[in-house]
């Protein structure tokens, strides 16, 4: 069940796995809105119940029918739900907290995203189970294909954000460092998917394309022919937002290892713990001189790109292919 539209990473995390389920024969699924005025009827056909970050009284009440239809509950948790760092336009009232709380209790079993959030919230629940994230890498290309080196006609470079630019004491350094290297590079331009933030109009050579169903944001990266990706994200030089971002994960680097498109990402805790430096990704400082240095070292050099964008793919599709989390959620849903 969503708590309104499916997130996409509420359909990376939970309906990939579901997908991959389904297509393995081992089980069949709806995705229903939490305000939708089918959700009883889907209750009453349904075995067991998955939520994920909700919070309102509407999900309680559904919740607790469920409890009552004797459903098995799950509460899938990717992010810290329970605060929020400046960055982010979301905010947690007393009210929300309450309601996860009351959702947390009424769960059977919580699922999480990874390893900090498992260390993290038995404050708030007992026995929160693993899910890893995770690619149903063949959905979206063939995993024996080869790649090929790209040859761009107009050579771009991609950025995914959701929310406010994840930086905080850094983000007037990375605005500088993209005017100066496509001032530097005019040839190139910035496609980004995501939510538009305040800064947008100081940078015209990116160009914005609206959110996406995660498919379909995966079949564009697939199909955008990229020269490389950014990913800047908030690192030791933001203490406020640290944990928070601790908490966070890699989908981007799981996106772009998919559609091999090398990529350049911050050197935070997220994408330290997954990315291999100079052999699946470049991983950079928050600094002008290190974020621009990769920018012109990547560019420059086609036979870094095509290393980076092999071993990530590689990588990717053998160790973080979806049927580890399937399996998982497979056994969490069955009550193994």
């Not at 810290?80 to 009351?102: C, E, H, M």
């Not at 160009?207 to 996406?212: D, G, L, V």
């Not at 995966?218 to 908030?234: E, K, N």
Request: glycine fraction near 4%; hydrophobic fraction near 40%; include cysteine.
């Amino acid at each position: 069940m969503a708590a309104n539209a499916l997130s996409l990473s509420v359909e990376a995390r939970v309906t990939e796995a579901l997908d991959y389920l389904t297509d393995q024969g081992q089980l069949v699924y709806a995705a229903v809105a939490e305000n939708h005025d089918r959700v009883h009827g889907a209750l009453a056909w349904a075995d067991a119940l998955i939520l994920s970050k909700h919070s309102s009284d509407a999900a309680v009440a559904i919740a607790k029918g469920a409890k009552q239809r004797g459903l098995r509950i799950v509460y899938d948790v990717d992010d810290w739900i329970f605060s929020f760092p400046s960055y982010s336009n979301a905010t947690k009232v007393a009210k929300q907290l309450d309601g996860i709380r009351a959702l947390l209790a009424l769960s059977d079993v919580v699922t999480v995203a990874n390893d900090q959030i498992l260390h993290e919230i038995k404050r708030y629940c007992e026995n929160p189970v693993l899910v890893p994230n995770g690619m149903y890498v063949e959905k979206y290309t063939p995993i024996e294909q080869q790649a090929t080196l790209r040859k761009h006609a107009s050579p771009r470079i991609v950025f995914t954000n959701a929310d406010l630019i994840k930086v905080h004491n850094s983000k007037e350094v990375l605005l500088r460092v993209l005017q100066d290297f496509f001032h530097l590079h005019p040839e190139y331009t910035l496609d980004f998917y995501g939510d538009p933030f305040p800064e947008i109009f100081s940078l015209p050579f990116l160009h914005y394309t609206s959110r996406k169903q995660y498919p379909d944001y995966v079949q564009s990266l697939i199909a955008g022919d990229y020269t490389f990706s950014i990913t800047p994200l908030g690192g030791a030089e933001d203490p406020d937002s640290l944990f928070f971002n601790s908490c966070k994960n890699p989908f981007k680097y799981l996106n772009y290892g998919t559609a091999r498109v090398p990529g350049i990402y911050s050197r935070s805790p997220i994408y330290e713990r997954c990315v291999r430096d100079g052999e699946t990704g470049l991983l950079v400082e928050n600094t002008y001189e290190a974020w621009f240095a990769a920018m012109e070292k990547i560019a420059g050099n086609a036979a870094l790109r095509r290393k980076i964008s092999e071993r990530a793919f590689i990588d990717v599709a053998q160790t973080h292919h979806i049927r580890f989390s399937a399996q998982t959620l497979m056994s969490v849903l069955a009550g193994a």
